[in-house]
């Protein structure tokens, strides 16, 4: 494993200089956030000339919890991140509540993974990994907006058109081979008619900041499971989070997966009610908001598929890779990543035809071999428990009672299980997924 190596500075970037018309590189990857990052900074080590396309500037916000659970860490220090510098805080494991009971449970000593979790606002997080993606190698490109694919005649992909600067000035970049990595939006995707899955649903998040000292020292990423809605009283097809960030604030936010025929949540009218419920001097009050209440799709359970086709290929949420469990975006964005830079990496040992296609689609087969059972299995809990009747009914008193059972629990809501198995929780969660009928290939 490469060493860790201290966050760069921010790079020259040629955002605001006159781009030529044209830029050529071996892989472009379109979108610099987690998922287009981490596929730079496993490209440009590899060796590739690889073009990092970015529509906004950095620093930029994003909605999210901000949390990052040991698998999201492990990816990081694949990739040199010094986590130990200033802004990163350490969490110890989950704290779950419903109703009136609560239980605490530590990440799990595995292994395959750090036995610490880690919180740092997408504000600065997206920063450090984009500037670590130039400092490896690849050529970051900010304020640069992909308009729409450049493609043969066969349709296949050949780059992509582009918008760069504040005045929008046309520019192509070409290369054999793009990186689809834009979130929810997917724009490139669905210009290769590429559509969203409408048979997955698709949940949304709430989050906002708040000035809390206290609770910024917490060493437990808390979750409630017990939030209802106001407008129609059910539970929440979801759950709440408080995230300490460790620098005197929390995140605090909810993320809503409502079933079809309940009709849409109401996520603001929903955390007001529940921060009401909240003790006064957690300082969870309007007055001590940092942020305005902001909101985002989050496209799951494999959502946009094939994952590789015609030049292009999909990672993190532009192919709809947040888990159905938990809603966990970012480990998976990460790891799908790397995936991709090796299969790219290797295809491009080998000349353009049936030979390079042979390896890319190796892609999606070892998307589907790692995660195909866990998500198949995550989209039907997500269709018939969570968006129905939200998480109570998995952390119900029984359950509560019982902190081993919620653990294990948590470690199939979080995929943090050794393989081969290390405990009986491990064996036991190993054996129901492999219970779950295997996905048919896509084409």
């Known amino acids: 494993m490469t060493p860790p190596a201290q966050n760069p500075p921010p790079p020259q970037t040629s955002a605001t200089a006159d781009p030529p018309a044209v830029e050529e590189a071996e892989v472009i990857v379109v979108g610099a956030g987690p998922a287009g990052a981490s596929a730079a900074v496993h490209l440009a080590r590899a060796g590739v000339d690889v073009l990092l396309l970015e529509k906004s500037r950095f620093p930029r916000d994003k909605v999210c919890g901000d949390g990052l659970t040991p698998r999201a860490v492990r990816q990081l220090l694949r990739m040199g991140i010094d986590i130990d510098a200033p802004g990163w805080n350490r969490s110890r494991g989950m704290r779950w509540v419903c109703g009136d009971r609560q239980v605490t449970i530590d990440w799990p000593d595995l292994g395959r993974f750090p036995d610490f979790g880690l919180t740092r606002s997408r504000h600065d997080f997206d920063d450090i990994l984009a500037n670590h993606a130039a400092a490896s190698g690849a050529r970051l490109r900010t304020e640069v907006k992909a308009t729409g694919p450049l493609t043969d005649r066969a349709g296949r992909i050949t780059g992509v058109s582009a918008s760069a600067g504040p005045e929008g000035r046309p520019v192509e970049y070409r290369a054999p081979l793009v990186v689809a990595a834009e979130g929810a939006s997917a724009r490139t995707a669905l210009a290769m008619g590429l559509d969203r899955d409408p048979r997955r649903q698709l949940a949304t998040a709430a989050r906002r900041y708040y000035r809390s000292p206290e609770l910024s020292k917490d060493e437990y990423l808390e979750l409630w499971a017990d939030l209802r809605c106001p407008r129609t009283g059910r539970d929440l097809p979801g759950y709440g989070w408080i995230f300490p960030l460790g620098d005197g604030r929390v995140n605090v936010g909810l993320g809503a997966l409502p079933h079809r025929d309940h009709g849409a949540v109401d996520l603001r009218a929903t955390l007001d009610q529940w921060l009401a419920r909240l003790p006064r001097d957690w300082g969870l009050t309007e007055e001590n908001a940092d942020s305005p ?41 990460m790891e799908a990543a790397e995936i991709a830079a090796e299969t790219v990496a290797l295809a491009l040992t080998r000349a353009p035809g049936q030979g390079r296609e042979h390896v890319l689609r190796r892609y999606p087969e070892e998307i589907r071999r790692r995660w195909g059972r866990y998500y198949r299995l995550g989209n039907t809990a997500a269709d018939h428990l969570f968006s129905r009747f939200g998480y109570r009914p998995l952390l119900n008193e029984h359950v509560m ?15 943090l299980m050794d393989d081969p198995p290390r405990d009986a929780a491990d064996h036991v969660l190993r054996t129901v997924l492999r219970m779950v009928p295997a996905a048919r290939r896509r084409r």
């Open 401 to 415: 009672a019982r902190p081993g059972l919620v653990g294990s629990l948590a470690r199939l809501l979080t995929e």
């Open 293 to 333: 209440l902001r909101s985002a799709a989050l496209p799951m359970g494999f959502n946009r598929h094939p994952q590789y086709g015609r030049g292009l290929l999909l990672v993190g949420d532009s192919a709809g890779m947040i888990s159905p469990w938990s809603g966990e975006g970012i480990a998976q964005a």
